[in-house]
């Protein structure tokens, strides 16, 4: 199907969905005025895939088990992006990791979301490795994606505080309902522009720099910051 006049997004998944869900509630509350082209996943049996059934948004599985290298399924995931032309591709629990070629034909339209504030607790098991550290925050944040795992430019990021009684689960679960809040508006914000990559770095629209960590959200943030 070919990319609508709308902005266009592609959303790469493996699992359960639950921020490609936020997407999809976004774009029907009309706070994310984009439209979703296409549903990647390289597992089959992603729930994600029926959310985005559901939906009637096109699916495409692309198992990376039938793949010999990582270079080949990179290849065949950008043959299947190409007949939607995203304007933006974005990684929601997509775990595989993506190899450089990849990520430069994307330069610039691919953003990842992640469960940590960055550049804290790359890599997986966040909520334990911050239950661990006796951490007292922790949170999500969305990055661009670039060739350092879990390293590009941030947007933003949500903290929340680490409650004594935390075990992975919980702290989990409402860093989640963090992601499902700050991942729409991002990308609302690089629909309106009022961020920009230029030459590796964020820019808000007055041409100030983002700090290193991005802007940082608490939960009560979300409504000032909301769509004007
Ligand atoms: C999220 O926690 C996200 O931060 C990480 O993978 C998880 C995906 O969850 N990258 P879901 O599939 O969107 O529910």
């Not at 029907?28 to 895939?49: E, F, P, R, Y």
């Not at 007055?206 to 910051?225: A, E, I, M, V």
């Amino acid at each position: 199907m070919p990319a609508s006049s709308a902005f266009s997004i592609a959303v790469l998944i493996s699992g359960k969905g639950s921020n490609l869900q936020a997407l999809i509630d976004a774009i029907k509350m009309q706070t994310l005025t984009a439209s979703i082209a296409v549903v990647i996943s390289n597992k089959a049996d992603a729930k994600g895939l029926e959310r985005a059934r559901l939906s009637g948004i096109p699916t495409v599985v692309i198992d990376h088990t039938g793949h010999a290298s990582r270079d080949t399924f990179d290849q065949a995931l950008l043959t299947a992006l190409a007949p939607y032309q995203p304007d933006l591709v974005v990684l929601a629990g997509f775990m595989r990791i993506l190899s450089a070629s990849f990520i430069h034909a994307l330069q610039g339209k691919l953003i990842n979301i992640h469960p940590s504030l960055l550049p804290l607790y790359k890599g997986t098991r966040t909520h334990q490795r911050a239950l661990q550290d006796h951490a007292l925050t922790h949170g999500c944040s969305v990055h661009f994606v670039t060739e350092e795992l879990d390293g590009g430019p941030v947007i933003a990021q949500t903290e929340i505080a680490v409650l004594p009684e935390d075990t992975e689960e919980t702290l989990a679960a409402r860093v989640q309902k963090e992601e499902h809040q700050l991942y729409p508006l991002c990308i609302q914000w690089i629909i309106n522009k009022k961020i920009t990559l230029r030459n590796g770095k964020l820019f808000l629209a007055d041409h100030t720099p983002l700090p290193p960590s991005g802007l940082k959200f608490r939960r009560s943030d979300y409504t000032h910051y909301a769509l004007e």
